[in-house]
């Protein structure tokens, strides 16, 4: 089976359900839960893979703290190859408070922290060597490493004979567009959400989005829809929208998109085309957003192949 470099984004989530609205200032509100998980596009994809039983090394900063301890410990519970995990006593740690209000949709409040000190250099030669997937997740948060640091990274794994693909996250500089164009031709699968793309393009429609992705020299893509699935677009071939599971109820979305990356990138490491690959990713993210937490409710391959076998779209 293929390996897999998660390379980008973490954080350490704190995550309290119901929060439909924030109390006023002195006002005091009882919630049903608080919980912590590791969180952000690297780890989550991360942990996803292994999860499902892919050979995966994360490869982020963090801090020299009880959050960054956090993250490296449930990461290597989880099946995770830490290696390229760099802990760094000069920043903390990034965290998020997500709050999850009653039907399971979600807003953060962000430190940026660790991620965005994540640098070039932080990335071992070694571990790229080791992998045949490169992953750039959570780009447009990696402020030291998006634009031309990431351009760079991402040519030398190429003429090294990796397949490199990228995720992105919400910009929450509003610069959009220029963090990210230079990559774009060093990348085998760009994967945006439908949302972040409309940023990246000025488009709304997926078609036309598409068409603006294309004409800044992307090969691949595949456009996440949330609950209406994913529109995928090979090169050169017919796009298809392959829909989702609408009759599970979302209990948590944190992480649903990463768990589809996740889904998708497996399929990769199988073997499979992207449509069997996009399919089996709509059914990890469907498994993500059953559960508290990015990452609880991924499945083993095994497991998520029954449920598509008992399931319908």
Not at 89 to 114: Q, W
Not at 154 to 180: H, N, R, S
Not at 283 to 304: D, F, W, Y
């Amino acid at each position: 089976m293929k390996k897999v470099l998660c390379i980008g984004s973490v954080t350490t989530d704190v995550i309290v359900t119901p929060a439909d609205s924030i109390p006023e200032p002195g006002i005091l509100r009882a919630v049903d839960s608080v919980s912590t998980h590791v969180g952000g596009c690297a780890a989550n994809a991360a942990i996803d893979l292994a999860k499902l039983g892919v050979t995966v090394i994360l490869s982020c900063k963090v801090g020299d703290d009880n959050f960054g301890n956090f993250v490296m410990t449930s990461a290597k519970n989880n099946g995770v190859d830490i290696r390229g995990i760099v802990q760094d006593d000069s920043v903390s740690t990034t965290a998020s408070i997500a709050c999850i209000n009653s039907v399971g949709e979600r807003s953060f409040l962000y430190n940026p922290g660790s991620t965005s000190a994540f640098e070039k250099k932080d990335i071992p030669a070694q571990l790229v060597d080791e992998c045949d997937i490169v992953f750039v997740a959570g780009a447009m948060l990696l402020t030291a490493f998006d634009g031309k640091p990431c351009a760079e990274f991402l040519k030398e794994a190429q003429a090294k004979g990796k397949y490199t693909i990228m995720d992105t996250a919400w910009d929450f500089q509003d610069i959009w567009l220029p963090k990210v164009i230079d990559s774009l031709p060093f990348l085998d699968l760009f994967m945006p959400s439908v949302e972040e793309a409309s940023k990246l393009t000025g488009q709304t429609d997926p078609n036309k989005i598409a068409d603006r992705l294309f004409e800044m020299d992307v090969k691949n893509l595949i456009i996440k829809l949330g609950k209406e699935g994913a529109m995928i677009c090979p090169a050169g071939a017919a796009r298809t929208i392959l829909p989702t599971y609408k009759s599970i109820k979302p209990v948590d979305t944190t992480g649903a998109g990463d768990a589809f990356c996740a889904g998708f990138i497996t399929g990769l490491t199988q073997g499979w085309d992207y449509i069997k690959s996009g399919a089996f990713a709509n059914a990890v993210g469907t498994h993500c957003i059953m559960e508290i937490g990015a990452s609880t409710g991924i499945k083993s391959i095994a497991e998520t192949l029954h449920f598509m076998e008992t399931h319908s779209l």
